[in-house]
């Protein structure tokens, strides 16, 4: 097991670092009390199923700093890998970012943030001297704060990037989650020829009827450059998952074809991790899977 304590300066993005590292595949916990640690870890231990392990622990837990030393050595003892990240920043910015959030600091009580801080850096000065990784993110963007954990903390951040194709019938309302919406009505509808209308755009039939369109074709690769075209900078932005949505009236024909095309180009990308679903496809009993 690979366990990484995540720590610093309230305010300086210790909630960031974990949501990365959790959108990577670790298990992550968040303002455990230290003596609680010893415990999580034999649970975690037992249980078989997490590997790499990232607690957030701070001047909240009521515990000092030092505390962490002794449960870290034990945890050692068993043969965990343990390290420690310290996340720092100026003040300048800590008080910026209390500002903006309009939130306490938790060693202010009713006092000015300023004196938080400053109790905050006298507590934890010992642990950023001894923490295995440390990083200012006084200048930092969310977006380079998931990057500089990536960097550390991923063996392969490439494959932390998750792509849901979608479809959907617009008659049943447009997925919340949507980050893209492409709107395929345009095209012909199968639901209006007989013999297609009880079939899905997953069956051949439909497959050829709409390739029989030189529109479809060349809307599709007009759509796979774009997607490509995007997906770096998503991620450049720090954006680990992106829904495209394909909408058409009823969910079931034109845009369950146009997914599962699209799902077919993007699924071959290995940096990509691909799902496909059709949210609607089989709200209509009278159609066969």
Known sequence: MRLLIVTGMSGAGKSTVLHSLEDAGWFCADNLPVP?????????REGGSHDRVAVGIDVRSGEL??????????????GIRCEVLFLDASDESLIKRYKETRRTHPLAGQGRIEDGIRLERARMDTLRTEADYCIDTSNFLVRDLVAETDRLFTENAADAF???????GFKYGIPRD??????VRFLPNPYYVEGLRSLTGRDGEIVSFLNGYP???????????LIRFLIPYYRK?????????????GGRHRSVMCAEALMESLKHDASLR????????????????
């Open 36 to 44: 609680l640690l010893g415990t999580f870890l034999t649970l975690l």
């Open 274 to 289: 691909c799902h496909i679903d059709h949210r609607d496809l089989m709200l209509d009993p009278s159609l066969k899977r």
């Open 215 to 225: 529109e479809t074709g060349q809307f599709l690769a007009k759509l796979r450059d």
């Open 162 to 168: 998750f792509v849901t194709v979608l479809s959907f």
């Open 65 to 78: 700093p030092e505390h962490i030393g002794t449960a870290l050595t034990a945890a050692r003892a068993e």
């Open 237 to 249: 932005e720090g954006k680990r998952r992106l829904v495209i949505a394909m909408g058409c009236t």
């Open 178 to 183: 949507a980050d893209l919406v492409f709107d």
